[in-house]
Structure formats: C-alpha cells, structure tokens
C-alpha cells in the first residue's frame, strides 16, 4: 500500500511540475508572438532600417555607419607621424588613404545625387579632390603634416552631406542604373555598397601599416 501511495504522488509531482513547466515557457513566448518588433534604429550592430531614412537605404547607410566606426577606430589614437609615415617610396600613408577615402565618397556623390559623369565636375572640385582621390606620387608629397582631427573632420563633413541626401530619396532611387564599372549596367545600389567594401579595404591597409610603424 505504501508503494502505491508513493507511485501516485510522484506522477501527481510529475503532472504539476509539467503543467507549471509549460505556463512559465508558453506565457512569454506567447506574448512575444503578438508584441511588434521595433529595431534599435542607433545601434551600431543594427543592420537595418533606420528612422527617417526609405528601408533600403537606412540598411545601406546603417552598414557605411559600421565600417566608419571601425575605421575611426583605427585611427583615432595616431600621431602625426604615424599618420605620415610610409613603409617605401611607393606606399601610402594612412593620412592619405583616410583623405582619400573622403575624396572617393565626394565624388561619388557628385556621380548619384547630382547625376554628373563621372570627371565632369567643376575645376574647384576637381582642386580639393583629384589629388587625394588619385593618391600617387602627388599624394605622396601633398598630403602630410595633418592632425588626426584634420582628416576626420574631412570624412564626417563628407559623410553628413551623403546622410542628408540618402534622407531625400526613396528605395527606387538605389535601382537607377547606368553603364559604369567595366562599362556594364551598375545601379546606384552597387555604387554605394563601393563606396563602402572600399573603406573596408582601406581600413585592412592601415591596420597592416599600423603594425609596422616604427616605435
């Protein structure tokens, strides 16, 4: 008889445990099912839409907010030395791919929101920007002496302009398309996401640099 007692209440304990197992895991799962999902529209590892920008085009400028973060990073802490500094005559330094990288999406902007071919700018433009966007030996011997500040403050003052007219545009903009790399039909989806693998590219260049600076 006691056997039997004990059997009872351990399936009684067994049926409880379960049925309070299954509240305690339903409840919340339940409630999320029904509440709306809202994305963290400024965090950085937020790949997405962001508030006040067309869904595609909030997703596109939430991953060039993340390479930028990494890049600044990168650089933040460098003096002007290292900022100048070269591993041979035919490298170039940090300072000058940081410069560069706002020359690129300068003149990028000019190409998508602007509609102008490529090159076609104005001489004023073409005398602030050909020569970090070239690099070459005239960048070798330009760009130099400047403070970290410097070449940041020349990336955000770019970045700022691409913010506000991205803002102005809807998703189809992104599909417009022309001939361009390789003279192949290139939308200006493509061209932005260059825009960014580019600074991604550049920002692998200063780490290897930054590893071989003098001490």
Same mark, same amino acid.
């Given at each position: ?7 009872? =209440? ?15 895991? &339903?409840?919340?799962?339940?409630? *999320? ?6 994305? =963290?529209? %400024?965090? #950085? /590892?937020?790949? $997405? ?21 990494? #890049?600044?990073? &990168? ?8 900022? @100048?500094?070269?591993? %041979? +005559?035919?490298?170039? &330094?940090? $300072? ?10 300068? /003149? /990028? ?13 104005? @001489? +004023?433009?073409?005398?602030?920007? %050909?020569?970090?966007?070239? #690099?070459?030996?005239? $960048?070798? +011997? ?6 970290? +500040? /410097?070449? *940041? ?12 007219? !991205?803002?102005?545009? %809807? @998703? @189809? ?19 932005? !996401? ?9 920002? $692998? ?11």
């Amino acid at each position: 008889m006691k056997i039997n007692t004990n059997k009872t =209440n351990r399936r009684k304990f067994i049926k409880g445990s379960t049925i309070l197992t299954a509240g305690l895991i &339903s409840t919340p799962v339940i409630s *999320l099912a029904h509440k709306k999902f809202v994305p =963290n529209a %400024d965090g #950085l /590892y937020i790949i $997405g839409p962001k508030e006040g920008y067309a869904p595609e085009i909030g997703t596109l400028l939430s991953t060039m907010t993340m390479m930028r973060t990494w #890049l600044i990073h &990168s650089v933040k802490d460098l003096t002007v030395e290292q900022l @100048d500094f070269q591993i %041979d +005559e035919q490298s170039n &330094s940090i $300072g000058a791919m940081l410069l560069h990288l706002a020359a690129t999406e300068r /003149y /990028y902007q000019l190409n998508t929101f602007e509609e102008l071919e490529w090159g076609s700018w104005n @001489d +004023e433009i073409k005398k602030e920007w %050909d020569v970090p966007m070239g #690099l070459g030996a005239n $960048g070798r +011997e330009q760009i130099k002496g400047n403070k970290v +500040e /410097y070449y *940041l403050s020349k990336l955000e003052e770019v970045r700022e302009n691409t913010k506000k007219e !991205f803002a102005k545009r %809807d @998703d @189809d903009w992104l599909n417009k398309t022309e001939a361009f790399f390789q003279n192949q039909p290139t939308n200006n989806y493509c061209k932005w !996401f260059h825009v960014c693998e580019h600074e991604s590219n550049h920002n $692998g260049q200063i780490k290897f640099i930054k590893k071989r600076l003098p001490v």
